[in-house]
Nanobody, 125 residues
């Protein structure tokens, strides 16, 4: 499945932003687990969260309570709502698909089969 993340932009600290992940064409990814990762310059790609095909989600400690993820099955998207953004959240955000359909409580890049192009989120202080 080919994915595309979009919705990034420049915001101020404390603001909110919503990212979306969509599958290209008419591909349905409702049975996939979808993970979100982020990568800042000079750092490794970091797991942010994952939502399974059941809707159960797991979050990293750094975003729990501020970020939430949901599936919009009608629009065939997975949405990442980011609230109370901090400058440390500045990164390129990527979505990825796991064909097994479930998430581990702490994910790694190796868990995911397909990756989309990222979208840049910049949070100014």
């Amino acid at each position: 499945v080919q994915l595309q993340a979009f919705g990034g932009g420049l915001v101020q600290a404390g603001d909110s932003l919503r990212l979306s992940c969509a599958a290209s064409g008419r591909t349905s990814f409702s049975h996939y687990a979808i993970g979100w990762f982020r990568q800042s310059p000079g750092k490794e790609r970091e797991w942010v969260l994952c939502i399974g095909n059941s809707g159960r989600a797991f979050y990293s400690d750094s975003v729990r309570g501020r970020f939430s993820v949901s599936r919009d099955r009608a629009k065939n998207t997975v949405n990442l709502q980011m609230n109370n953004l901090e400058p440390e959240d500045t990164a390129v955000y990527y979505c990825a698909a796991n064909r097994l359909g479930f998430c581990r409580p702490t994910g790694t890049t190796a868990d995911f089969d397909s990756w989309g192009q990222g979208t840049l989120v910049t949070v100014s202080s």
